[in-house]
């Protein structure tokens, strides 16, 4: 049997021929005098070693492209003229071109030729450093319109990131067009998974080991339903936030939506015994908010976020909120939680102080392996989905000690952990403000790399696709269940309640 990476490089010899389009090589070619501009933007990117496909188009008034890539040998794999602005690259052939080039850096060369007057232009050479840490396989998101008031054209899709195969979890016109929130996974396989189906007949679907179930996390308690919520390491627990949202509007018209909490609390919900546990140090506080709880990875610790009601003890209205929007700061705290006996610490921890630093934290998220914590930054308030300032940054942790706080200037928010912990996925409104798209970042010492845009088959697809991604979440299994099984959890049982 020969090598599999001599199996490999004939493999890329075969494809090398057929990837060369019908057009002959570019002739006096000259140095464009205008910036390299393709969607997405691959420049100069760390790339999974097994990402799907890169495909990429060029932007601007150009009617034919050349393509050449490189080893870090300078060895040529391959070169590719045709017609258009399109770089669709082969699966069979990416795919052995990751595992022969792991660890190195290739180099790419785009030429194109204006459609004007048929003068063909290089631009600047860019490269793609080919990583050895894989990213999880499989991502859900939520596909919804990125507007406040459509609700009802909304589905739930499991995407594997190694290719574009897709299937979908949930799909509301099966649903009778009512609104879901987003799957959130967990355990170190994905084996645990819930995501909420609103309205009449609706409830949390609940997914543990492969056993569906459709529930009520209410008790009689809480003031709200649940939220918010993140998965213990055992599977027994989650832990989310109670939330009464109210929405409001801006008069300056570069910011649009704003979301407040006008009562939110923490709990935890036994699922083994069908319980809510209530914390008394968080709960039912009306002089403050919590929100956007998660577990630690060892599950010892509850991380969230909470701020002062501004409005003192006194429920407040939506125009209240809205006129103290500034004063609404949320800090990152924690709570201990013993997942043998199900109880809570008797004090908080504030581990980023809003109030002094003067910014607002919300989704914190551990990585598994317990080294860093990523949330999101903003000026104010608890929505930062549509405030363009919005940002990732990272506590770098050491037990339970805080060993520094990196800031990103990358816009970002709904953002999960790869289970190796060397990626995050996060969706961001980078492109045009609108519409939310899934980005991978690799984990560095000082930060992220520069992000990656999750790849499509048709690289035209994010100009034509009119729905927002939300709430990326990474698994390394699919889940087994899809869009039939909910219809029919749905239909024909009833939610089981909680105490």
Known sequence: MKPRHHICSLLLLILQLSWVGCMRAPHDVVPSSEPLVIYPDYQNVTVPCNIAPLNFMLRGDYDAIAFQLKDSSGNMLFSFCDKGTKMIFDEYAWQGMMQSYTGQQLTATLMARRAGDGQWVQFPDFGW?????????????????????VWDNVCIEERCTENF???????????????????????????????????EGGGTILNREGKLRKVTLRSPQMHGGTVYGDWHPSGRYAVFSTNVIIPAFHADSHRRLEVYDTESDLCVADFDRDTILLCPLVTNTATSYETFPAFSADGRWIYFCTADNPCGDTLPSATELRDKIHDLHYSLCRLAFDAETGTFGNQIDTIYNARLEGHSVSFPKCSPNGQYLCFTLSDSGTFPIWHREARLGFLRLAGDDIVACIPTDENGTYHSWSHNSRWIAFASKRTDGQYGRVYFAHVEDNGLSKPLTLPQADPEMDDWNLLSYNIPDLSTEPVAFDQNDVKTLFEQVSAAPFR
């Open 165 to 199: 195969a897709s299937r979908l979890l949930a799909d509301g016109r099966q649903l009778g067009n009512r609104c879901m929130n987003c799957h959130t996974h967990g355990g170190d396989r994905g084996q645990y998974s819930f995501f909420y189906l609103r309205g």
């Open 129 to 149: 450093t080919i990583s050895s840490d894989k990213i999880d396989p499989f991502i859900t998101y939520r596909l919804i319109e990125p507007g406040y008031e």
